[in-house]
């Protein structure tokens, strides 16, 4: 059986959890003032910045992405948080994840993004 890793553990969850091939990150969002009260552009980029750092710490990067999961806490934020993306992924097309966006009530109030991610081991 593939052993269970699990990184920046509390009593409430993993930050990272590697099992069978597969990193999963948990839920990622902007953090801090200002930028937990900023647009939906400069949150993006926290939490993009965010998941590739939790993913170089395990040795893998966004070219493994296979799944992404996306809570707005206002579908308006859609294009804002497109246009990140898409710029983040630019160079790397032919590598994007599966994805959902979804509306979502989040946990604090200001973030309006927070990202799950699943990624294979490089």
Known sequence: MTHIQR?????????????????????????????????????????????????AEVGSDRTRLLAVTIYLGDMADFGGMNDVWEAW????????????????????EGLRIEMTVVAAEA
Do not use: W
Not at 95 to 108: I, Q, Y
């Open 7 to 55: 990184h920046h553990t509390n009593a409430r969850l993993s930050k990272i959890v590697r099992h069978g091939g597969l990193i999963y990150l948990c839920g990622q969002t902007a953090k801090g003032s200002p930028v937990a009260t900023g647009e939906i552009g400069a949150q993006t980029a926290e939490v993009l910045s965010r998941v590739e750092a939790l993913l």
């Open 89 to 108: 992924l630019a160079e790397k097309q032919a590598e994007a994840p599966a994805r959902t966006t979804v509306e979502a009530a989040l946990a604090t």
